[in-house]
Structures are given as structure tokens and as C-alpha cells.
């Protein structure tokens, strides 16, 4: 995996060198100079783990690190001239997970990273899998590569069929119209019968047995779930 990390160093020199290193290991690097600019990194493309300095010109290191612990349990390697234990202490408490005191050997920041990553990949994987199902009741769906399970079985499906499973299981409960359906299934440029929703449900409906694959009558349908 082509893991991005967020270097915050206001020191071009170190800046340079750990970008560099970093890149020729196969990591993508992103330099940043404060703690600001590392916030707009963060709402835009947000980093699989950050190098963060302490002293740095406006926000420090330490409330950025508390900031970000606040909403992500995303890596952080703290660098910083500042070798008293207390510092050290205060840099994990505030939710570091490792410490390097300046000047260090960018080879050992490397190793650190890989150690760092390697230890926290499981629990990232686990977490990306959770993101690609959806479960509503009896129904799977895996987005990422497009597979439908029903009852713990998987059941081979048509594209369109997959498509108006995954759309009603990221809406369960909401009822679309005929209309509706056709433009997010079929495109906005299809010009045939709203039959074509129909059939699809019942083709659906014949695959999957009892599921709650409701019709709303003049209107359209919905998969409806007592768990939500």
C-alpha cells in the first residue's frame, strides 16, 4: 500500500531530508511548514500518518497532535529538539505514539515509520473492509468488489441488479419513485418504459427470496429494515 505522510518541519533542511527519504522508500510525502497548513492537508487529503515537530511558528506541535487525536487515532511520530523526559511524556500523553528527540538519523525515522505502520495496518484493514459492507438484515453487500450475499450465501447478480440492491441498502427504509429509480439505475439518457423498474424488482425479489423489498403502491419501493 502507497501510505501518505503528512511531514510537519518548519526546518527546510530536515524538511528535505525527511521527504526525501521517506519518497525513495516508497512512501508519498507531503511537506508542510505549520500546523495550519497541516489542518488544510487534513480536511482535504487526509494523511495515513504524520511527522510532526513541536516548535513550530503559530499553533504548536502539541496542540495539533491533541486536535487530531480528537478526531482520528491516525499515526503520529513527534520530532523535536525539546529531550527532557517530561516533553517526551507530554508528546505521548497528548497522543503520540512515538518520539524521536533532533538531531536523529533519517534512517532510524524511516524504521520507526515501518515499525509504526506495521503495528497499526491491521486495525486500518479492518477498518477499510467494515467501510465496504453494508448489512441491512439478511443482505450483504461488498461495494469494493461488487459482490451480494443473502443469507450468507453469495448469489450471482446482474450489474443492474447489483446496482438497485446497493442503492436501496445505503437508503433502507427511504422509498423511491419509479422515476427516481430509472434515472440512478438506468441514466438520466434512457428513454424507455418505468416497466423496466418493475421487472428488475422482480427479478430481484425471485433471487433473494423474503426480502423486505417493499412496493409502495403509486409511487415506487424501499427495503425496509426494523434495525434501522
Given at each position: 500500500?502507497?501510505?501518505?505522510?503528512?511531514?510537519?518541519?518548519?526546518?527546510?533542511?530536515?524538511q528535505n531530508i525527511v521527504t526525501a527519504y521517506l519518497k525513495k522508500e516508497?512512501?508519498?510525502?507531503?511537506?508542510?511548514?505549520?500546523?495550519?497548513?497541516?489542518?488544510?492537508?487534513?480536511?482535504?487529503?487526509?494523511?495515513?500518518?504524520?511527522?510532526?515537530?513541536?516548535?513550530?511558528?503559530?499553533?504548536?506541535?502539541?496542540?495539533?497532535?491533541?486536535?487530531?487525536?480528537?478526531?482520528?487515532?491516525?499515526?503520529?511520530?513527534?520530532?523535536?529538539?525539546?529531550?527532557?523526559?517530561?516533553?517526551?511524556?507530554?508528546?505521548?500523553?497528548?497522543?503520540?505514539?512515538?518520539?524521536?528527540?533532533?538531531?536523529?538519523?533519517?534512517?532510524?525515522?524511516?524504521?520507526?515509520?515501518?515499525?509504526?505502520?506495521?503495528?497499526?495496518?491491521?486495525?486500518?484493514?479492518?477498518?477499510?473492509?467494515?467501510?465496504?459492507?453494508?448489512?441491512?438484515?439478511?443482505?450483504?453487500?461488498?461495494?469494493?468488489?461488487?459482490?451480494?450475499?443473502?443469507?450468507?450465501?453469495?448469489?450471482?447478480?446482474?450489474?443492474?441488479?447489483?446496482?438497485?440492491?446497493?442503492?436501496?441498502?445505503?437508503?433502507?427504509?427511504?422509498?423511491?419513485?419509479?422515476?427516481?429509480?430509472?434515472?440512478?439505475?438506468?441514466?438520466?439518457?434512457?428513454?424507455?418504459?418505468?416497466?423496466?423498474?418493475?421487472?428488475?424488482?422482480?427479478?430481484?425479489?425471485?433471487?433473494?427470496?423474503?426480502?423486505?423489498?417493499?412496493?409502495?403502491?403509486?409511487?415506487?419501493?424501499?427495503?425496509?429494515?426494523?434495525?434501522?
Amino acid at each position: 500500500m502507497n501510505y501518505h505522510i503528512g511531514v510537519v518541519e518548519d526546518d527546510m533542511n530536515i524538511q528535505n531530508i525527511v521527504t526525501a527519504y521517506l519518497k525513495k522508500e516508497g512512501f508519498t510525502a507531503t511537506a508542510l511548514e505549520s500546523a495550519e497548513e497541516a489542518f488544510d492537508l487534513w480536511e482535504t487529503q487526509p494523511p495515513d500518518m504524520w511527522i510532526l515537530d513541536i516548535m513550530l511558528p503559530g499553533m504548536d506541535g502539541y496542540d495539533f497532535c491533541k486536535r487530531i487525536r480528537e478526531e482520528s487515532d491516525v499515526p503520529i511520530i513527534i520530532i523535536s529538539a525539546k529531550d527532557e523526559e517530561i516533553d517526551k511524556i507530554l508528546g505521548i500523553e497528548l497522543g503520540g505514539d512515538d518520539y524521536l528527540t533532533k538531531p536523529f538519523s533519517p534512517r532510524e525515522l524511516v524504521a520507526r515509520v515501518k515499525r509504526l505502520f506495521k503495528r497499526t495496518k491491521p486495525a486500518k484493514q479492518e477498518a477499510d473492509e467494515e467501510k465496504d459492507k453494508i448489512k441491512i438484515d439478511n443482505l450483504l453487500v461488498r461495494k469494493n468488489d461488487r459482490r451480494l450475499f443473502w443469507m450468507g450465501q453469495e448469489v450471482e447478480v446482474t450489474t443492474k441488479e447489483y446496482d438497485m440492491l446497493l442503492l436501496f441498502a445505503e437508503n433502507v427504509n427511504r422509498a423511491f419513485s419509479r422515476e427516481e429509480l430509472l434515472v440512478k439505475i438506468w441514466g438520466e439518457d434512457y428513454f424507455g418504459s418505468d416497466r423496466a423498474v418493475d421487472d428488475l424488482v422482480k427479478r430481484i425479489r425471485k433471487k433473494l427470496g423474503d426480502i423486505q423489498l417493499e412496493t409502495v403502491w403509486g409511487y415506487g419501493y424501499r427495503l425496509r429494515s426494523e434495525e434501522e
